[in-house]
């Protein structure tokens, strides 16, 4: 177990690393032309966000024996990586908020949106490329192999949308290849690119794969219980798009009776009014389904530490464990 | 010169290796899940067209000594990436037809264009890093270089089309990136996999970059004077969405009086209506635009085949004058 003193040296050399990652991120759009292209590009990396992935490259590569520093092109791209599926995500979705701001397609249309996110791809790829030395095959692969996956797992979201039956198993598939895809993706990169050990990767990857399970999970649960102005995002927009969710899965497989008809409801109009949101939190208290999505996490996030257990380095280990528990509390 | 005996030849390879590409194309989207993100990939490419992009890589590889088999994957790859262009380009450009049959988006709609895109784009990377080897890092570096092109290039067309004044170096800037730099890559990247020869690297280079303005100058002449039923897309389409093309530009540099104010009209309007397309057509061959347009693909043309002459592989340095010319022939 880390100290109270502990956990603010972590704090702080996450939020060290980050400010760097964040000055490095912004500067490769400086100088490039055109700007009806680059300016989007960077308003979209300018929304802050947590950068976890790139904070998660980082200590994937100290748990491997490699300093922060020797990764950092690697880390810019994971985060350039996922801001492109939350640009394209966002036109997908119709959200016009995105921590706090307007989104891209918003904030100018959805052509530069569509367009300045499928260059954030190419940026990534560039920035990616700059860490590479003997091992660009092993490294290009798996991070192609994390955007096959989160677009995967994009249609199956919006798969679900339109289907009446979507079991917990098959949501849980499909948060792993949205959610959690590029969180393995990252510790994967973060760690193959110091070392070529087996043990090493294997173990940041579950680590990834169940702080990913648990940060999608907290997502659907903050969308209910979380402060707007924390969140960045609209509270209940899950609701009414008629996403389903994991409380609204496991509300479904419980209720009866008049929520039944409610829950049968959003089905079928494919998400709720305005009006009913309040309902639907009451409901979801009552069936206990709050409960469980914290539940759910809390088993995630201890099941991501003990992924780490027998990593050497001990302030990897810390750092990660830090990680999963700072996002445990996470109110955005 | 080839002789007419040489052309059917090189016609047949060309056709030949055509329908092989083919077969590996459509293959990759087999078994994979969910369908609705690789059925619509699959319809992408199912469209046909005339694959130069993987041939060009083809005849690279050739050029510098290696065998087709061997760039199979990477000429996939190239007509993956540039299929990708087409499903997202045609979105924001409102086209509703490709190649004679509806696009991604109006088969499907956007937001599955907007995500099968992505996934080819991923595939894309896929498919070229099984053939790359000790190489990989210089050639995604290309192929990455490729895409950043072709997105500020399409960033550019857009911006053109609110744009008062163009000239037509400008014109000639952006279509550059956006159509040459693919052919370009293509034929680095075909020639890189087999040999670090700057000399054949840079012939093969500046060969694709000249028959990439021609193709393109080409297209804004194919959509005023070609067959509807051969073109694959509406005539006209430029016209009536107000693109700045080659023929336009130079019409606006030659035009005066009444002429004048009717190209006036179309940049103040953005486009024409469709009753007005015979009137444009009738400028242009007024003005001579047609014919200056025929000359500067000519130009571009013997400009290609020139930089290929010191190339010491004949059938490679054949097939690829044979290409040039081929090209010029084309009605669709």
Redo the contacts between chains.
Sequence with gaps: MTTEANQKKYLKIYENELTKIEKRILKLFENR??D??YEPCKYAMKGGGKRIRPFLVLCAAKAAGGKFSRVYNAAAAVELLHN?TLV?DD??DNSEKRRGRPTVHIKYD???A??S???L???A??QL?KD???D??TI??IF??G??EV??G???D??FESRENVSIDEYKQMIYKKTAALLVMSAKIGARLIKDSKEIITAVSRYAANIGMAFQIQDDLLDVIGEETKFGKQIGSDLLEGKKTYLFLKAFEKASGKDRIELNNFILYKGINKVKIPLFKEIYQRLGVIDDAQNEIKLYTNSAVKQIEHIKNSEARNLLEWLANFLLGRIK
Excluded: R, W
Aim: with cysteine; charged share 20%; hydrophobic share 40%.
């Design positions: 032309f055109p009806s292209l492109f394209h036109i997908m959805v052509n530069t569509i367009l996110g499928d260059s791809i190419a940026t790829y560039e490329l590479c030395s003997n660009s095959k290009i692969d192609t192999q955007i096959v677009c995967e994009q249609s199956l919006k798969d």
